[in-house]
């Protein structure tokens, strides 16, 4: 019998632009730097602009329209991430979908007795490793600013307690130079070298500008420093609709695109081909509350949006989902996690982070992290799609069914049914009388005991040796123990 071609699976997504929408925020992105401009603080960076064709006209830096075009054609279309152990885990590119926590909250809902408590550098040490062992988690971020570490010392403190926690590839922020000159000290002992370190890239630098049109000079330096490295950085503005951006999404993703591409113009005047994540930070400054919601619809309808652009551009891109504004875990989390978790895999957004976050970004929660990694499970097996085949479509097991019989002890049924259906690991389909044997639990005692367990049972690679005594002697240069 002649092989016959498969019939091709459907995988839905999503756009939430036209092409002649694109090319209107494209234009008037191109149109605000050209002609309303930016304040650049950073000195090397304002040298490197005008040196470049950029000119100072009324207090600002305005940039031409072929500068922009050069950098977004010079900017790699994919961005291999390396887990710390050197193995390819995390290529960030078109179709592919990742996703991690968020960084820098000020509490966290101690998982043992269920406290909103300050972060500490334990808990980011063990939010690190329970990530490692959420199958979903593809990458580790802080989740946290720890309390009890100085404050000048705490984003090399977070560095250091994630790559203890987790081999999983990391996202990290810093304060200044110094922080990112002992991150990069660090990490270069962990992969084993400076050129290890470039070929393997294991980490990506999260920085920001200040919505709107503001480039603080350390924050442009800590973006400088990457691009001399060869260090992977995102540079996601937030101009949140009503606060730092305007009211109207359009108007907040054609400021936030020109911001988000002078970042990447910089990268590429300093080192041309570094890796840069495109994308921005759109969630809405409630008038009501005045909080920057993370459940806002706003906030995934500008990531499909913005990724449209990034398409366009043919860049890798930033998100965010899996977040939520509730103060506890319970069924508005649930809703809103679970809506931007879809919108980021039918956008196809590469990188999304801020999973697990409660409380509008404030709180960090065990549990959000593992009822997140089971809604990603279930989005996922929906956006696979369905497979139509000989083996699917399943003729004999049709044609030997009794009528009004049933499929449940057909070989077809005993064959397949491990792969054809999705499989639970967190909601309950128990019947009633066993869910009350078993303690009557909800989702979020269920979250609790799975995350306890991972913690408990899930091993995490050591260090090398030669990263924990460069660790120790950072952090004795620092005034450390």
Same mark, same amino acid.
């Given at each position: 019998?002649?092989?016959?071609?498969?019939?091709?699976?459907?995988?839905?997504?999503?756009?939430?632009?036209?092409?002649?929408?694109?090319?209107?925020?494209?234009?008037?992105?191109?149109?605000?730097?050209?002609?309303?401009?930016?304040?650049?603080?950073?000195?090397?960076?304002?040298?490197?602009?005008?040196?470049?064709?950029? %000119?100072?006209?009324?207090?600002?830096?305005?940039? /031409?329209?072929?500068?922009?075009?050069?950098?977004?054609?010079?900017?790699?279309?994919?961005?291999?991430?390396?887990?710390?152990?050197? &193995?390819?885990?995390?290529?960030?590119?078109?179709?592919?979908?990742?996703?991690?926590?968020?960084?820098?909250?000020?509490?966290? =809902?101690?998982? &043992?007795?269920?406290?909103?408590?300050?972060?500490?550098?334990?808990?980011?040490?063990?939010?690190?490793?329970?990530?490692?062992?959420?199958?979903?988690?593809?990458?580790?971020?802080?989740?946290?600013?720890?309390?009890?570490?100085?404050?000048?010392?705490?984003?090399?403190?977070?560095?250091?307690?994630?790559?203890?926690?987790?081999?999983?590839?990391?996202?990290?922020?810093?304060?200044?130079?110094?922080?990112?000159?002992?991150?990069?000290?660090?990490?270069?002992?962990?992969?084993?070298?400076?050129?290890?370190?470039?070929?393997?890239?294991?980490?990506?630098?999260?920085?920001?500008?200040?919505?709107?049109?503001?480039?603080?000079?350390?924050?442009?330096?800590?973006?400088?420093?990457?691009?001399?490295?060869?260090?992977?950085?995102?540079?996601?503005?937030?101009?949140?609709?009503?606060?730092?951006?305007?009211?109207?999404?359009?108007?907040?993703?054609?400021?936030?695109?020109?911001?988000?591409?002078?970042?990447?113009?910089?990268?590429?005047?300093?080192?041309?081909?570094?890796?840069?994540?495109?994308? =921005?930070?759109?969630?809405?400054?409630?008038?009501?509350?005045?909080?920057?919601?993370?459940?806002?619809?706003? %906030? /995934?309808?500008? =990531?499909?949006?913005?990724?449209?652009?990034?398409?366009?551009?043919?860049?890798?891109?930033?998100?965010?989902?899996?977040?939520?504004?509730?103060?506890?875990?319970?069924?508005?989390?649930?809703? &809103?996690?679970?809506?931007?978790?879809?919108?980021?895999?039918?956008?196809?957004?590469?990188?999304?982070?801020?999973?697990?976050?409660?409380?509008?970004?404030?709180?960090?929660? =065990?549990?959000?992290?593992?009822?997140?990694?089971?809604?990603?499970?279930?989005?996922?097996?929906?956006?696979?799609?369905?497979?139509?085949?000989?083996?699917?479509?399943?003729?004999?097991?049709?044609?030997?069914?009794?009528?009004?019989?049933?499929?449940?002890?057909?070989?077809?049924?005993?064959?397949?049914?491990? %792969?054809?259906?999705?499989? /639970?690991?967190?909601?309950?389909?128990?019947?009633?009388?066993?869910?009350?044997?078993?303690?009557?639990?909800?989702?979020?005692?269920?979250?609790?005991?799975?995350?306890?367990?991972?913690?408990?049972?899930?091993?995490?690679?050591?260090?090398?040796?030669?990263?924990?005594?460069?660790?120790?002697?950072?952090?004795?240069?620092?005034?450390?123990?």
């Amino acid at each position: 019998m002649t092989r016959q071609i498969p019939v091709s699976t459907l995988h839905p997504t999503m756009r939430m632009l036209s092409d002649e929408q694109v090319q209107a925020i494209h234009h008037t992105s191109l149109d605000i730097l050209s002609q309303t401009g930016i304040v650049m603080k950073n000195q090397d960076a304002r040298q490197l602009l005008l040196d470049a064709g950029a %000119w100072e006209s009324e207090g600002r830096i305005k940039l /031409p329209e072929y500068l922009v075009m050069d950098a977004i054609a010079a900017a790699p279309s994919r961005i291999p991430m390396y887990n710390r152990l050197g &193995e390819l885990t995390m290529p960030l590119e078109a179709g592919k979908v990742f996703f991690g926590p968020g960084s820098d909250c000020i509490f966290t =809902m101690d998982v &043992e007795t269920g406290e909103r408590r300050k972060t500490t550098a334990g808990d980011i040490r063990r939010i690190a490793h329970l990530c490692d062992g959420l199958e979903q988690m593809d990458f580790i971020m802080s989740m946290g600013n720890p309390s009890d570490v100085p404050a000048l010392d705490i984003y090399v403190h977070e560095f250091i307690s994630m790559i203890e926690g987790s081999v999983k590839p990391n996202v990290y922020t810093a304060n200044n130079r110094a922080d990112m000159e002992d991150i990069y000290r660090i990490a270069c002992a962990v992969a084993g070298g400076e050129t290890a370190l470039r070929e393997k890239p294991f980490m990506m630098l999260y920085a920001e500008s200040i919505s709107p049109l503001l480039y603080p000079e350390e924050s442009v330096d800590k973006l400088l420093f990457c691009a001399e490295k060869g260090i992977p950085v995102t540079y996601p503005p937030s101009p949140n609709t009503g606060g730092g951006g305007p009211i109207t999404l359009a108007g907040a993703l054609a400021l936030g695109n020109a911001e988000c591409l002078v970042g990447l113009v910089l990268t590429q005047l300093v080192r041309r081909g570094t890796p840069f994540l495109y994308g =921005m930070n759109t969630a809405a400054l409630d008038m009501k509350s005045a909080i920057v919601s993370y459940g806002a619809p706003e %906030w /995934p309808a500008g =990531m499909a949006a913005w990724c449209d652009v990034a398409r366009y551009y043919e860049l890798p891109t930033w998100g965010a989902a899996g977040a939520t504004d509730s103060k506890v875990v319970d069924a508005q989390a649930g809703i &809103e996690a679970a809506i931007s978790i879809m919108a980021a895999f039918l956008a196809r957004c590469n990188l999304v982070h801020d999973v697990g976050y409660i409380e509008y970004g404030t709180t960090s929660s =065990m549990e959000m992290l593992v009822i997140a990694d089971e809604i990603i499970r279930d989005v996922r097996f929906i956006l696979d799609g369905i497979e139509v085949s000989e083996r699917t479509l399943a003729r004999e097991a049709i044609h030997r069914v009794q009528p009004g019989g049933g499929f449940l002890a057909d070989d077809h049924t005993l064959d397949n049914w491990k %792969w054809a259906q999705w499989r /639970p690991r967190l909601i309950d389909r128990s019947r009633y009388d066993r869910w009350v044997e078993q303690g009557s639990q909800d989702m979020t005692a269920r979250a609790n005991a799975r995350a306890q367990q991972i913690l408990k049972e899930h091993e995490v690679p050591p260090l090398p040796e030669e990263a924990k005594k460069v660790i120790a002697d950072v952090l004795k240069a620092r005034g450390g123990d």
